[in-house]
């Protein structure tokens, strides 16, 4: 007699089904993501002559990925990072490591899944399309919700992946605006503090750097340093001439482009007009430990 595998797990205890069906399905979603990864590598040698497309594929095996909550400074460490010769900026957000990060109405999706296989064919699309200086040996990616899939990306990239977490003050995040609709605050309290804490969770990881903004912009040269030993890049003279020396220089995150360092927006919610959006977040639970964790708070 034929039994279906449903048939076999219902024959089983309940602890025993359920266990079962979550191991059948976390094979399942492992499965579905090797076959998405593979079909994008074909895609690409499909597309292009086999000595591009293998030069596509060596330059993600050290990536750089940035991520952490919108309005923390991603683009601006992206921007300062595409100053270094060996590194080739994405100057989009590609979303392909952060699959379902974000809601059909490009804000953040509050129950994302993150068995959601990669869509490496937006990176190699990208990579494609753009000339490559012969200099770069690797790329780099930001997508601010990157964040919250910190682990799978380790888990395919592997040891010669590094990630970059941005912190900052989650009181200037939620004050911040967006040109894409100045109207209204672009972060919500809830979103600073999953992201954020999606990044805590892995901050003694070996392949995870964690920055804060007000260090990268009021201590530029120690904290581009200590984020070249990480990367295992030499420091070059290129990142004290920025933003002169960034191939990146402009991006729909920012208003203007590219500026010299400066810290204006560091304490800006300080405002009495900001006082009830402050309120909240230091309402929203979890906040407040956040905080302090990061010295934001005593």
């Given at each position: 007699m034929?039994?279906?595998?449903?048939?076999?797990?219902?024959?089983?205890?309940?602890?025993?089904?359920?266990?079962?069906?979550l191991?059948?399905?976390?094979?399942?979603?492992?499965?579905?993501?090797?076959?998405?990864?593979r079909?994008?590598?074909?895609e690409l040698?499909q597309?292009a002559?086999?000595?591009?497309?293998?030069?596509?594929?060596?330059?993600?095996?050290?990536?750089?990925?940035?991520?952490?909550?919108?309005?923390?400074?991603?683009?601006?460490?992206?921007?300062?990072?595409?100053?270094?010769?060996?590194?080739f900026?994405?100057?989009?957000?590609?979303?392909?490591?952060?699959?379902?990060?974000?809601?059909?109405?490009?804000?953040?999706?509050?129950?994302?899944?993150?068995d959601?296989?990669?869509k490496?064919?937006?990176?190699?699309?990208?990579?494609?399309?753009?000339?490559?200086p012969?200099?770069?040996?690797?790329?780099?990616?930001?997508?601010?919700?990157?964040?919250?899939?910190?682990?799978?990306?380790?888990?395919?990239?592997?040891?010669?992946?590094?990630?970059?977490?941005?912190?900052?003050?989650?009181?200037?995040?939620?004050?911040?605006?967006?040109?894409r609709?100045?109207?209204?605050?672009?972060?919500?309290?809830?979103?600073?503090?999953v992201?954020?804490?999606?990044?805590?969770?892995l901050?003694?990881?070996?392949?995870v750097?964690?920055?804060?903004?007000?260090?990268?912009?009021?201590n530029?040269?120690p904290?581009?340093?200590?984020?070249?030993?990480?990367?295992?890049?030499?420091?070059?003279?290129?990142?004290?001439?920025?933003?002169?020396?960034?191939?990146?220089?402009?991006?729909?995150?920012?208003?203007?482009?590219?500026?010299t360092?400066?810290?204006?927006?560091i304490?800006?919610w300080?405002?009495?007009?900001?006082?009830?959006?402050?309120?909240?977040?230091?309402?929203?639970?979890?906040?407040?430990?956040?905080?302090?964790?990061?010295?934001?708070?005593s």
């Amino acid at each position: 007699m034929n039994v279906t595998l449903k048939e076999s797990c219902e024959a089983l205890p309940k602890s025993s089904n359920a266990i079962l069906y979550l191991r059948m399905q976390k094979l399942r979603n492992a499965l579905a993501r090797r076959q998405a990864h593979r079909r994008a590598k074909i895609e690409l040698f499909q597309k292009a002559s086999r000595a591009h497309a293998k030069r596509i594929v060596q330059l993600g095996k050290r990536p750089i990925v940035i991520g952490g909550c919108g309005r923390s400074g991603t683009t601006l460490l992206l921007s300062i990072l595409s100053c270094h010769p060996k590194i080739f900026a994405i100057d989009i957000e590609t979303t392909a490591l952060c699959p379902d990060g974000y809601g059909a109405d490009g804000m953040y999706n509050r129950n994302p899944n993150l068995d959601m296989p990669f869509k490496l064919e937006k990176i190699y699309e990208y990579l494609l399309t753009h000339e490559i200086p012969a200099s770069c040996t690797r790329w780099c990616e930001k997508t601010p919700r990157n964040v919250i899939y910190f682990e799978r990306i380790l888990r395919h990239f592997g040891k010669a992946a590094r990630l970059i977490h941005i912190v900052r003050d989650g009181r200037d995040v939620v004050t911040s605006v967006h040109p894409r609709d100045a109207s209204r605050y672009w972060v919500t309290p809830h979103r600073w503090v999953v992201d954020v804490a999606a990044g805590r969770r892995l901050e003694n990881h070996l392949q995870v750097l964690m920055i804060r903004y007000e260090d990268l912009v009021r201590n530029y040269e120690p904290t581009m340093r200590r984020i070249c030993e990480f990367i295992e890049e030499e420091f070059t003279p290129a990142f004290l001439e920025y933003p002169d020396s960034a191939r990146v220089k402009e991006s729909i995150a920012w208003f203007n482009p590219a500026q010299t360092m400066n810290d204006r927006s560091i304490g800006r919610w300080q405002e009495s007009k900001f006082q009830n959006i402050i309120a909240e977040l230091l309402r929203e639970p979890g906040a407040a430990e956040l905080l302090k964790h990061y010295g934001y708070l005593s």
